[in-house]
């Protein structure tokens, strides 16, 4: 399959455009607020040596490049699909580009940290995200390229790459067999590749998977594994290590498969998916349990007090997105939805200027969003990934004979297929109501692959201009409507949303005898701003207590929120242990579970998503 | 109550003597290769510019001067009480002590970091243990000088602490407010104060209390809360940031309280030991759950994967000792009693050369323990502890009237009270049996105390000379005999030792539906070498199923193991999370639960404290 594009479809849905109203007129214009009172974007002018600048040492992280780049791509991303560009915003991203282009030395190298002033030790520290800030520079160059049309930053970056290839690779071609700590620049190569035909930086991206795993990369009490550095790709059959990097790597090597279709790669891959899926992956989607070192835990090691960094999720979102338009297994694009709503979303806000770095999914008040961060991957991934949302609406199969319909939220969209062009307008209700319509645009012979979400746990209807479709429709895989289709003709799709108790496998053994509560796409959190007066770590909810699904207006603008009447179970809290079980009184008591994205936006207090079922 | 010295009381029991030899035997001629092969002995040869070690610089983390200091002191308390000293081990210990005193500055200075190659960075960068390391020498000095009664590591400490007194303290009086990032240095001056009788070096350590909690000390991401630098002392409620640090904060501390009797200090140190033993423990008695940081959690933020650190549990020890001298609550023995043996104890071993630096409760078979470490703070002070336990089992009252037994190891005691010296010997079999019996060896009269623990769960039988005492015997009190002794009497004591099935308070959600089983002072877990073919994981014991004790000669030349039989919940492991319960098959399984402290010593695989019961 391919991608459609970010510009080629409108979001006018009722959930993520409104968000997307907020990332573009509160979030991009705050980032860059902080990127310049943070010094980032000083860091540029710095390292470009203008006159006000040029006495000034490098401020912050050594990665704080990247953020720029970040904020680049989502200001770039932001703007695809309209009509006319914001012309400020267009200024304001000129200026960033101008004092990045500026920034950069004579021979193509790019990076503040060194140019400032540490120009003779290039390539010396793994560890020190040069190539990873310069794959965020590629990709930024990128969106900034596909969106606008100009070349202004595409310029700076392939210059760039050019660099890294003239002097990076195996030593036996007499350059530096130099390889990043954090990996990244590898899915930027192959994208640059894809866009500007240069082969050299698909082989560049293919040299820097396949040297990886030499047990190289120590510092400090840190170990080879933090970095995907312990085995070669090809032997690495689990998620290990720092979260990000892992599926960053993942990800690239998921660009090369699909650039090179080698086996072993393809055989590697698919044990690391199963590897988070199966085993390494919170229910909220996030993945990365630790804390120490921002990594993942060992098989079924998911405390609550999760770290689950916002920016693992997107990484997931971004891995899984390049698996599901190389295998069209559904279940990639089930985790996309999933990822999105509850555990990439859960990192910004309602105001947009606020973020999670981690994402517990227990916590007893202290953990608050902030407004910004010395390390601030987050904020900018989170208003890029927003800013293309578009993109993982659809995707066309390889032969332009299949539209794939992998999320349903409102939006107007145009289609190339082999030889044609279609409009498509969907409208729903999602993430709260099933209930889906597509309307064709234009005539055309295709399939339309609806995807029918594991989620559903009823029989979803499926009817094309009222008529019922006959085939079975099963969750987790595509329904594939072959057809030749005729302008206005309309598509109706029930999936019915039931409210599920959900089990953790035992091995998870802290969440035995507690269950979470799941509507559609949204997993839902107890919080102690609906429980006055009550501990929520003392609510049971027992196995066969009804639970009600109702609307609230008073969170986030409209949420749907679940009632039940739980058990209060009150425990004496002046021991931790004792030879007998606790006594506890046990009393009704009002229980309301909001979704799990929504937490932490009241007053601080306890949240917990697995809730005892005793 | 006042202790009454490690040379006073020679232990002989079954099950801390053996390991006190093999402490002697194997951990301290060991540690002291890891010191020599490691570089930490040249570390002083280097500082002491000896011919052949100036062009060397320095080697290994800035601490490493104190893994020697503690060696030293382990190496000199294991001398104490014996008749004749091994000539080869003072031998040894001079050798060092040689080295040690030849890397001191001409003005007292001492720390081999800084005198390499960075005498003019003394004191800049709070961080770099300059006075934790100086607060080991002085620990290290006063053993060794209370054990042979040289000065001459004492002298070498004097000069230390000399230096100090000149050069730290409050800015008017012309000296340099420096405060360490770690502390240790208050109790260590505080004894030295002890020994010497300068009251600058208790003054001194005042100041380091007082001064500290200013929120200056930031590093990097970490925050002041880490160093226990965000609040003052006396304002400080709760166990917080690096726990080692904390509990030797607190020790320090609570030697200042002994001292002054300040009401602020007594009123801080209580709620610390409420916030640690009341919401911040686990079940082992180990402290310090985070693995970021090395730190405390939240209140009832305990999960199984625990850091606990064997270094945090020596330092609850430590503290508990001092707090238990102050006020006399046998909360603080039973306390010292349970960490000994469940939270220190597996720090070691039984070949005493391999360490644990955490202590999870839970775990896959991954955690195993090491021959050293590159920060190795946990093996010599694991060794000083056992080196100095025959202190842990009396304490005599301030007046001279009363003899405290604290600990029922068997071993021969020779007690000063007011005017008079009386011998004991006391016989058990603990930890597996509770019977003991004291003889006294002269006339004498007194109170004996009889430590009572709170783990007895059946009434206790004592008797003097056969005749019943007749007073209530309370578990958690020092029974009190007030007599007038004679040679010869002989005291005896049942303490009744219960399978116990301890269940957790329920804020510590995860362990919710879960028991830990313990007899007499003893943690029990099971592990997968006694399960061939079953997960643990998929264990459950029913909460009426019996519990029998047997001895098991296979393990640690014996140890008393549980068995059960338990059910064998089988589970399907392809997904994480479904919409209802795992299904799960039934099969009973014979269950074996091992001494916590055991676990580790066979096959890797799985171990658990905390077990299903349902």
Same mark, same amino acid.
Request: one cysteine or more.
């Given at each position: 399959m391919r991608g459609i594009g970010v510009s080629s479809v409108r979001l006018e849905d009722g959930f993520w455009q409104p968000r997307r109203e907020v990332n573009r007129n509160v979030s991009i214009p705050s980032q860059h607020h902080q990127c310049v009172i943070t010094g980032r974007i000083d860091n540029f002018r710095r390292a470009a040596k203008y006159p006000d600048y040029v006495a000034k040492s490098f401020n912050g992280y050594f990665f704080n490049d990247s953020d720029v780049y970040k904020w680049l791509e989502a200001a770039a991303w932001d703007l695809a699909g309209e009509a006319d560009f914001d012309a400020e915003r267009v200024r304001m991203i000129d200026e960033v580009i101008a004092d990045v282009a500026a920034s950069q030395d004579a021979d193509g190298y790019i990076g503040s940290y060194y140019v400032i002033d540490r120009e003779k030790d290039r390539l010396t520290d793994f560890d020190k995200h040069e190539l990873y800030c310069g794959g965020h520079l590629i990709q930024a160059a990128i969106a900034?390229?596909?969106?606008?049309?100009?070349?202004?930053?595409?310029?700076?970056?392939?210059?760039?790459?050019?660099?890294?290839?003239?002097?990076?690779?195996?030593?036996?071609?007499?350059?530096?067999?130099?390889?990043?700590?954090?990996?990244?620049?590898e899915m930027a190569l192959i994208e640059l590749y894809r866009v500007v035909g240069d082969k050299r930086y698909l082989e560049l991206a293919q040299w820097f998977i396949d040297a990886r795993g030499r047990s190289t990369m120590k510092c400090g009490n840190v170990t080879p594994w933090h970095f995907q550095d312990h085995v070669p790709f090809r032997q690495l059959h689990e998620m290990v290590g720092h979260a990000v990097r892992a599926v960053y790597y993942a990800s690239g090597a998921t660009d090369l498969l699909a650039e090179t279709g080698e086996q072993a790669i393809r055989d590697a891959l698919r044990k690391q998916m199963q590897s988070m899926a199966e085993r390494r992956s919170y229910v909220s989607g996030g993945i990365g349990s630790r804390w120490h070192g921002e990594a993942f835990g060992d098989d079924y090691e998911?405390?609550?007090?999760?770290?689950?960094?916002?920016?693992?999720?997107?990484?997931?979102?971004?891995?899984?997105?390049?698996?599901?338009?190389?295998?069209?297994?559904?279940s990639h694009a089930d985790r996309i939805e999933w990822t999105l709503y509850n555990a990439v979303l859960p990192g910004v806000a309602f105001d947009g200027r606020h973020y999670f770095y981690?994402?517990?999914?227990? #916590?007893?008040? %202290?953990?608050?969003?902030?407004?910004?961060?010395?390390?601030?991957? *987050?904020? !900018?991934? $989170?208003?890029?990934?927003?800013?293309?949302?578009?993109?993982?609406?659809?995707?066309?199969?390889?032969?332009?004979?299949?539209?794939?319909?992998?999320?349903?939220?409102?939006?107007?969209?145009?289609i190339a297929l082999a030889g044609t062009t279609i409009p498509v307008v969907m409208r729903s209700s999602m993430p709260?109501?099933?209930?889906?319509?597509?309307?064709?645009?234009?005539?055309?012979?295709?399939?339309?692959?609806?995807?029918?979400?594991?989620?559903?746990?009823?029989?979803?209807?499926?009817?094309?201009?009222?008529?019922?479709?006959?085939?079975?429709?099963?969750?987790?895989?595509?329904?594939?409507?072959?057809?030749?289709?005729?302008?206005? #003709?309309?598509? %109706?799709?029930?999936?019915?949303?039931?409210?599920?108790?959900?089990? *953790?496998? !035992?091995? $998870?053994?802290?969440?035995?005898?507690?269950?979470?509560?799941?509507?559609?796409?949204?997993?839902?959190?107890?919080?102690?701003?609906?429980?006055?007066?009550?501990?929520?770590?003392?609510?049971?909810?027992?196995?066969?207590?009804?639970?009600?699904?109702e609307m609230s207006s008073d969170l986030a603008g409209g949420v749907h929120v679940l009632k039940a009447t739980a058990i209060h179970r009150r425990a004496e809290p002046s021991v931790l242990y004792r030879s007998t079980v606790f006594p506890e009184t046990a009393a009704p008591v009002p229980l309301t579970a909001i979704p799990y994205f929504a937490w932490g936006h009241r007053e601080a207090g306890p949240m917990q998503v697995w809730i005892r079922c005793d």
């Amino acid at each position: 399959m391919r991608g459609i594009g970010v510009s080629s479809v409108r979001l006018e849905d009722g959930f993520w455009q409104p968000r997307r109203e907020v990332n573009r007129n509160v979030s991009i214009p705050s980032q860059h607020h902080q990127c310049v009172i943070t010094g980032r974007i000083d860091n540029f002018r710095r390292a470009a040596k203008y006159p006000d600048y040029v006495a000034k040492s490098f401020n912050g992280y050594f990665f704080n490049d990247s953020d720029v780049y970040k904020w680049l791509e989502a200001a770039a991303w932001d703007l695809a699909g309209e009509a006319d560009f914001d012309a400020e915003r267009v200024r304001m991203i000129d200026e960033v580009i101008a004092d990045v282009a500026a920034s950069q030395d004579a021979d193509g190298y790019i990076g503040s940290y060194y140019v400032i002033d540490r120009e003779k030790d290039r390539l010396t520290d793994f560890d020190k995200h040069e190539l990873y800030c310069g794959g965020h520079l590629i990709q930024a160059a990128i969106a900034h390229h596909r969106v606008t049309g100009s070349t202004s930053l595409l310029a700076v970056a392939q210059r760039f790459a050019d660099w890294m290839c003239r002097t990076i690779g195996p030593a036996e071609q007499g350059k530096k067999p130099f390889i990043d700590g954090h990996e990244q620049v590898e899915m930027a190569l192959i994208e640059l590749y894809r866009v500007v035909g240069d082969k050299r930086y698909l082989e560049l991206a293919q040299w820097f998977i396949d040297a990886r795993g030499r047990s190289t990369m120590k510092c400090g009490n840190v170990t080879p594994w933090h970095f995907q550095d312990h085995v070669p790709f090809r032997q690495l059959h689990e998620m290990v290590g720092h979260a990000v990097r892992a599926v960053y790597y993942a990800s690239g090597a998921t660009d090369l498969l699909a650039e090179t279709g080698e086996q072993a790669i393809r055989d590697a891959l698919r044990k690391q998916m199963q590897s988070m899926a199966e085993r390494r992956s919170y229910v909220s989607g996030g993945i990365g349990s630790r804390w120490h070192g921002e990594a993942f835990g060992d098989d079924y090691e998911l405390p609550n007090r999760a770290y689950a960094e916002t920016c693992a999720a997107i990484g997931s979102v971004m891995w899984s997105w390049r698996t599901l338009l190389l295998d069209g297994d559904p279940s990639h694009a089930d985790r996309i939805e999933w990822t999105l709503y509850n555990a990439v979303l859960p990192g910004v806000a309602f105001d947009g200027r606020h973020y999670f770095y981690q994402n517990p999914l227990e #916590d007893d008040g %202290k953990h608050r969003r902030c407004e910004w961060f010395g390390c601030a991957c *987050c904020p !900018p991934n $989170v208003a890029r990934l927003l800013a293309q949302l578009p993109g993982y609406v659809f995707s066309v199969g390889r032969d332009g004979g299949a539209v794939y319909v992998h999320q349903y939220w409102s939006c107007s969209a145009s289609i190339a297929l082999a030889g044609t062009t279609i409009p498509v307008v969907m409208r729903s209700s999602m993430p709260w109501e099933g209930d889906v319509e597509l309307r064709i645009g234009a005539a055309g012979s295709f399939a339309l692959m609806l995807r029918i979400p594991k989620w559903c746990r009823q029989k979803p209807l499926v009817s094309v201009n009222g008529e019922r479709v006959s085939s079975d429709v099963m969750p987790g895989t595509y329904l594939a409507i072959h057809r030749s289709w005729e302008a206005g #003709d309309v598509v %109706k799709l029930s999936l019915p949303m039931t409210i599920e108790r959900v089990a *953790c496998h !035992p091995y $998870v053994t802290h969440n035995a005898g507690r269950l979470a509560l799941t509507r559609g796409p949204i997993l839902y959190a107890i919080e102690s701003a609906d429980h006055p007066g009550v501990d929520i770590r003392e609510l049971a909810l027992p196995a066969d207590a009804p639970i009600e699904c109702e609307m609230s207006s008073d969170l986030a603008g409209g949420v749907h929120v679940l009632k039940a009447t739980a058990i209060h179970r009150r425990a004496e809290p002046s021991v931790l242990y004792r030879s007998t079980v606790f006594p506890e009184t046990a009393a009704p008591v009002p229980l309301t579970a909001i979704p799990y994205f929504a937490w932490g936006h009241r007053e601080a207090g306890p949240m917990q998503v697995w809730i005892r079922c005793d």
